[in-house]
């Protein structure tokens, strides 16, 4: 036999492969290999999930891989735990440029990390022949063992609402085990990776193994290295780009800012003075992504306790289009918490007596409207668990549900003031005041504990099927000491949380239907406010018809339909006169189509307040025939909406909903709010149909008509729009 310095290359390789195997577990052996052949997705993963499911694989040298075929992230097992890849499948791109540890904990006023390798000279990226020079650091917290599991839904949950026909969402669960050398700590690191979309969630797990208790003072529940987003010599971190290749969503959001990055409590971008061959000459590009709140937990563990981080979802870009980003982030809602697809047709009864909450049931139940919310002022009041007020309004939610109507109720909590005893107090002043909203109770006194409790007693009691919670908690820290739910400051809002998000759990395990006005998505709420300013719905009717348009085309970018809520006053509400409300409704019959096209037509449901949805047979015939038009098409009405153009006043605006795996795959809206007829030649982007040659357009419910798309994927459609008013499209 021969050896030339190819077989002397294949034989020293096929040894190296048998050492690395003869180090592997039984488990890690039943590990399929990872192949990673460089390849790119090359068609649209949101029109077309690929056939790819979550799975984990071993590399030859060890290492185990969470691929997805749109995201791949890979684990280096030995001398400890460490992410060394992170790779957007879609795009190719590798979003680590250095390792670090996987997450980091502070107990008792000790810092440690979980798990990590050090020793890389270069920071800006990392070469495959560099990792296995790297090593550990024994005061970290080292890695044991590790287990996979199918994986389980966020939150258990069910509702009685309409919503879209929804699959589970289907993935794997892959946990890291470590602990510190005198095992009196241990780490749990979980990482679920969803099928069908470039999404992993990850969070940890804190046990005390030990025989005593610990605090923890902080827990950083993810650490990533990641590439720069700019070139920049000089400039603050504060100013400069973050990474946009990753989107940052966790369960510890609240503000009421009706949005998620000004909601986010969670989310830290940090310099790196390690990366010392970054271009900006001070050090400070934000390129390390660390995920922790604030404040907390300061959570104390007795012995066998365990307490969980908070959860983080991260899903990977592959574009800077406002439009696209958008929908990915709508496909993570949808499959992380489907819940918020639920979207019930409601009124907002504005009531004063019994008689009033029946007459609007009948009114809901004969023009097609599914549910009733006692709006803010009725004479509802669920913090009443006296024994009459539960069988009073049992006996009305009987009623509505013998008109298969569903019935809620609103109840304040934070924005109020309760007593010097129960509210918050300021850490700065030692007294009550300093909140979010300058006085409000704390969940954790006496008062908040016992609201708790009525809420769900009311709602057990009354077979209600709704919650309308306005102002749940915020975020207020508590320096007291002697509320119940606390033990002091460090705790406060971690504690609070909890107590908001565990009735939240049970709402949702109920199949209770939660209106909040704030970023309580991942812990069960349904809706929240599309964003609005309440006094300009004392402004005359044509121009809340424009700024509710505005509204809508503004807060349907990153939420669906069904995510949020707009506003009607059937009656006076923030002031204004006779002009700003649609009261008698029989007088304003086409301002009130108007605003109901308007909303319905964008899947967006309002809150129509006020005593009565109709006052004679026109108003009612107006109220059934929209409802009626709605629920024809209603699935396409509740999917993603493409903004086609903004709302100005001085021209056409318009949206487009787009369904490409529906009957109907998109519906377009155009408004006109000149006093003259237009017709225009609107541009229709019909990608997100999932259509590129031919479309079958119909006006209203007229002639359909062929269309070819270009190579820009656009049609172009002239359409006609009568004053001050609207046309509708379907597409096939």
Partial sequence: MILTWTSLKQCFLAAVLCIALQSLTAQEKGLPIWKDDGEQLRSDWLLNPPPATAAAYRTTDGDIVLDNGLLSRRFRLSPNLACVGFRNKVTGEELLRAVGPEARITVDGKTMNVGGLYGQKEMAYLKEEWMGRLHDAPEDLHYKSYNIRKMEPLLPWKTRAWMPEQSAANGIILSFFLETSDAGIQVEVCYALY?????????????????????????????????????????????????????????????????????????????????????????????????????????????????????????????????????????????????????????????????????????????????????????????DSSAQNMARWKLLADYAHSRHVLIGAYSLLSSRRISDADDVVDPKTGRPGGAFFG????????????????????????????????????????????????KGLEDSQWTQMIMMKSLYHWCAEKGIYVNAPDWYFLDGTNKIALGYREVNFSLPRDQQAILNRQNIYDGTWDKSPSMGWGFVPLTKYQGGDSSAVLEPLKDHLNDYERLMVQYYGAGVQACYRGPRLYDGPETKALVSKTIGWYKKYRNIFNAPVIHLRRPDGRDWDGIMHADPQGRDKGMIMLYNPLDKSITRTIKIPVHYLGLYNKVIISEKDGKPVSYQVDRDHIVHLKATIPANSHNWFTVR
């Fill in 195 to 383: 099928d069908h979309a470039p999404l992993i969630r990850k969070w940890i797990i804190v046990s005390n193994t030990g025989t005593h208790a610990i605090r923890v003072d902080q827990a950083v529940n993810e650490v990533l290295r990641m590439h720069e987003e700019e070139s920049a010599v000089v400039g603050s971190a504060e100013k400069m780009k973050k990474p946009q290749g990753i989107y940052v969503e966790s369960n510890f959001a609240f503000n009421n800012a009706m949005q998620y990055e000004l909601s986010d409590q969670t989310t830290h971008w940090k310099t790196d003075s390690a990366y010392t061959s970054q271009v900006n000459y001070n050090y400070t590009t934000p390129c390390v992504l660390e995920v922790y709140p604030e404040h907390g937990p300061g959570f104390t563990l007795q012995p066998g306790g365990r307490m969980e981080s908070v959860s983080t979802l991260e899903i990977l870009m592959d574009s800077y289009d406002r439009q696209r980003r958008g929908m990915i982030k709508q496909k993570m809602y949808s499959i992380v918490a489907p819940w918020t697809r639920a979207n019930p047709i409601f009124m907002h009864l504005v009531s004063r007596h019994d008689l009033e909450v029946k007459e609007a049931i009948d009114q809901c139940a004969e023009t097609g409207y599914e549910a009733l919310i006692l709006s803010f002022g009725s004479h509802c009041d669920m913090e």
């Fill in 439 to 486: 006085n409000a109770p704390c969940l954790g006194s006496k008062w908040g504990l016992e609201w708790q409790f009525k809420i769900r007693y009311f709602l057990e009691q009354t077979g209600f099927d709704m919650f309308e919670n306005d102002g749940p908690y915020p975020g207020d820290v508590c320096a007291s000491t002697n509320h119940p739910g606390h």
